[in-house]
């Protein structure tokens, strides 16, 4: 089995900066997408921004200019650096990769246990 791992959360002011990690071990052929979602209290789940083997990313339009996404893949590892932190950032972030176990697997989805962010005066 896959394991996401992640760190980085936690109390930060408007306008700070959190960087998060998330690291993937166990059985991995490849990672294809690796990606960060978040949960508000009382909201569904949205995508925060997801990045390709290759380094492709793409944000939501709420992060754009203030997050970056980025991966080390000999590491199995994903960033998140957020900057300009606001409080509707607060919430429950989350990592996801799209992992293929074995040469012949399809992919699958992982989730982290998740990290608590949040943004407060």
């Known amino acids: 089995q896959v394991q996401l791992v992640e760190s980085g959360g936690g109390l930060v002011q408007p306008g700070g900066s959190l960087r998060l990690s998330c690291a993937a071990s166990g059985s991995i052929f490849s990672i294809y997408v690796m990606g960060w979602y978040r949960q508000a209290p009382g909201k569904q789940r949205e995508l925060v921004a997801v990045?390709?083997?290759?380094?492709?990313?793409n944000y939501a339009d709420s992060v754009k200019g203030r997050f970056t996404i980025s991966r080390d893949n000999a590491k199995d590892t994903v960033y998140l650096q957020m900057n300009s932190l606001k409080p509707e950032d607060t919430a429950v972030y989350y990592c996801?990769?799209?992992?293929?176990?074995?040469?012949?697997?399809?992919?699958?989805?992982?989730w982290g246990q998740g990290t608590q962010v949040t943004v407060s005066s």
């Open positions: 996801n990769a799209q992992i293929q176990y074995y040469a012949s697997d399809p992919l699958r989805s992982s």
């Open positions: 990045i390709t083997s290759g380094g492709s990313a």
